[in-house]
Structure formats: C-alpha cells, structure tokens
C-alpha cells in the first residue's frame, strides 16, 4: 500500500482532516505528530476532538504535558516538548494511558522514539513556502496501517493537492 499526502491550505482544512482521522480511530491506536512550532499539530487534535463528540475547548497540552478529553473515544491529548526525560514518561503513567482503550495524540512524540509502542502512526507536518500544510503519515504497524487506510477513505481520498 501506498500511502499518501494530505495538503491542507488552512486551519479549517486541518481541523476536517482531523474529523476524519477521528471516525477512523480505534481504542488504543497511537498517532504521534511532528512537526515545526505552529504547523498544526493541536489544530489537528482539535479537529479529532470536534469528531470525537468532544464539546469542551482542546488547547495546546504543552504545560500540562497530557489533557484528556471524554468523547466516544476518549482522546488523551500528549505533548511532550517540555518533557526533559524519558523517564518522566512514567509519572504521566504513559504506558499504561496508552492502553486505556481511548486514543492518543502525541506531540512531539518523535523527541523520545524509544518510548513509543512499535505499531504507531507517525504523522509529520511540514509548513510549504506557501503556507499550506503538508502532512505525511507514516505507518509503522499493521495496527497503524489499518488506521490510515480507514483515515483516507473517511477525508475522501481523491489524489495529492486535492
Ligand atoms: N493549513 C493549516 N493547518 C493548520 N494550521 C494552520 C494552517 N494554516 C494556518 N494555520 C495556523 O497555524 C497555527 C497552527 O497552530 P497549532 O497550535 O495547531 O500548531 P502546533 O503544531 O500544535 O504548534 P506547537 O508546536 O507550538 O504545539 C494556527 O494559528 C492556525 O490558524
Ligand atoms: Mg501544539
């Protein structure tokens, strides 16, 4: 399988893209997203939520490291930028939240790769010169490779720059 490109020419855009990841998102499935500071990771996860059935506002979890929101899934919402060491991964009860039976969104993910569960998505935000986003989702699992191939029939996949 091929797997494909999402672009995305504003925030309303990202948001639907994450509406779509949302109806294709399973109890414990994995998404980390990376990418530069303002490409869209939380406006992405907002988007999730809003699919999720999530009513209350979904801000940027950088202070707190992991904001949880009940929805039909519940969505725990991570990022780690300010997290210093892998190890304080363990007073966040990471491991244990990622198996909860809810959904995780991890920002900045990648900054502790040993950490993360094999079978992932890996989605990488790119800001193009002309202020559109890319997205380029990386499956790495079986597990991941399911989830990206209900994600792309669920955003109506029609073919790159669409
Ligand atoms: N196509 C687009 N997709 C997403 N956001 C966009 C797009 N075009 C412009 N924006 C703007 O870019 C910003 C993205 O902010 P957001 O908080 O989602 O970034 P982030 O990747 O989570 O950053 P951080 O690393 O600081 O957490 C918002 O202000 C949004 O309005
Ligand atoms: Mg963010």
């Known amino acids: ?3 494909h490109v999402f672009i995305s020419r504003s925030a309303e855009q990202t948001r639907d893209l994450g509406r779509a ?9 994995v998404v980390t997203l990376t990418g530069d500071l303002g490409a869209g ?3 992405l996860a907002q988007g999730v939520a809003a699919g999720l059935g999530v009513t209350e506002a979904v801000t940027s979890p950088t202070f707190n490291i992991l904001l ?5 899934l519940t969505l725990y919402h991570f990022d780690l930028y300010r997290l210093e ?8 009860a ?20 040993g950490a993360l569960p094999d079978d992932h998505l890996a989605v990488v935000i790119t800001i193009e010169p002309d202020g559109s986003r890319k997205l380029v989702p990386e499956p ?17 996949w029609t073919g790159v720059g669409a």
């Open 1 to 3: 399988m091929t797997s």
């Open 21 to 29: 990841l949302a109806a294709a998102l399973r109890p414990d499935d």
């Open 41 to 43: 990771k939380t406006c």
């Open 68 to 72: 949880e929101h009940r929805g039909s």
């Open 85 to 92: 060491r892998a190890d304080q991964l363990e007073d966040i």
């Open 94 to 113: 990471f491991w244990e939240t990622l198996e909860a039976g809810g959904a995780s969104l991890i920002e900045w993910g990648e900054r502790f790769p």
């Open 140 to 156: 790495r699992g079986p597990r991941a490779a399911g989830l990206l191939e209900r994600w792309e029939h669920a955003a109506g």
